[in-house]
C-alpha cells in the first residue's frame, strides 16, 4: 500500500512550452501533496505544500506564476511548469501524505526528470 | 532554523564491510529523524524512522539511534551488499508537514 506515481517519468520540452506533471496516490486519501526539486547530487528542495480543495502554500524564492500547482482530488495533485526555460531543468520529486496514518509519514514518487531545451 | 548536516560523500566500500554515515542536526524542540533512500532511477523510500530521543530505527539490516544530546541519527549497517548500492538522505521533521532533507550520502558497494 501507499504508492504514488507520477507522470510521465521523464518529458524534454522545448523553451517557451509548458508542461504539466501529473502526481497520484493510488491506493491511499492524500489531503496533502508535496512538490519538491532535486539538482544534480544535491537534497530535494521543498517547493510547495499542496491541499486538497485549497491554494497551494509555496515556499520562499519559488515564483507561483512560474510553477502551478493544482490539487483538485485526494488522489490528485499537477505541477505545471510554464514558459520552460533550460534553467528549469531538473528532477521534480512529489510526495504525498496518507490521511490515516501519522503527520509525518509521506509517501514519494518516482520522479519526473523535465529537460528544457 | 531547522538544518540536517550529513556526511559527503560518495562512500566507497566493499561487499560485507561495515557502514556509517553520518547525520546530525539542528532543531528546536523534539523533532521526527528519518533516513530516505534513493536507489538509481527510484524515487525516495523510507529506510527507518525514529520519533523521540534514545529510539532505535531499524529495517533492512540498517540502524539509526535518536541521540538527542548529540544531535544525531547516524546510519549503520554492519554488512553491507552491493544491492546497499543508493544514495542515503537523512531527514527531520516536527509535526507539521515540511521534511528538511540533509544533502544525501552516496553508497557504492563493490564485490
Known amino acids: 500500500g501507499a504508492v504514488v506515481s507520477q507522470h510521465p517519468s521523464w518529458v524534454i520540452c522545448k523553451s517557451g512550452t509548458s508542461v504539466k506533471i501529473e502526481c497520484r496516490s493510488l491506493?491511499?486519501?492524500?489531503?496533502?501533496m508535496f512538490w519538491y526539486r532535486q539538482f544534480p547530487k544535491q537534497s530535494l528542495m521543498l517547493m510547495a505544500t499542496?491541499?486538497?480543495?485549497?491554494?497551494?502554500?509555496?515556499e520562499q524564492g519559488v515564483e507561483k506564476d512560474k510553477f502551478l500547482i493544482n490539487h483538485a482530488s485526494l488522489t490528485l495533485s499537477t505541477l505545471t511548469v510554464t514558459s520552460a526555460h533550460p534553467e528549469d531543468s531538473s528532477f521534480y520529486i512529489c510526495?504525498?501524505?496518507?490521511?490515516?496514518?501519522?503527520?509525518?509519514?509521506?509517501?514519494f514518487g518516482p520522479g519526473t526528470r523535465l529537460t528544457v531545451l | 532554523g531547522d538544518s540536517v548536516t550529513q556526511m559527503e560523500g560518495p562512500v566507497t566500500l566493499s561487499e560485507e564491510a561495515f557502514l556509517t554515515i553520518n547525520c546530525t542536526y539542528t532543531?528546536?524542540?523534539?523533532?521526527?529523524l528519518f533516513w530516505y533512500v534513493q536507489y538509481p532511477g527510484e524515487g525516495l523510500q523510507l529506510l527507518l524512522k525514529?520519533?523521540?530521543?534514545?529510539d532505535k530505527g531499524s529495517n533492512k539490516g540498517f540502524e539509526a539511534t535518536y541521540r538527542k544530546e548529540t544531535t544525531s541519527f547516524h546510519l549503520e549497517k554492519g554488512s553491507v551488499q552491493v544491492s546497499d548500492s543508493a544514495v542515503y538522505f537523512c531527514?527531520?521533521?516536527?509535526?507539521?508537514?515540511?521534511?528538511?532533507f540533509g544533502t544525501g550520502t552516496r553508497l557504492q558497494v563493490f564485490p
Open positions: 525514529a520519533t523521540k530521543a534514545d
Open positions: 531527514a527531520l521533521s516536527h509535526n507539521t508537514d515540511k521534511l528538511i
Open positions: 532543531a528546536t524542540g523534539y523533532p521526527s
Open positions: 510526495s504525498a501524505r496518507d490521511r490515516m496514518r501519522g503527520h509525518n509519514e509521506q509517501f
Open positions: 491506493d491511499f486519501q492524500a489531503t496533502t
Open positions: 499542496s491541499n486538497e480543495g485549497s491554494k497551494a502554500t509555496y
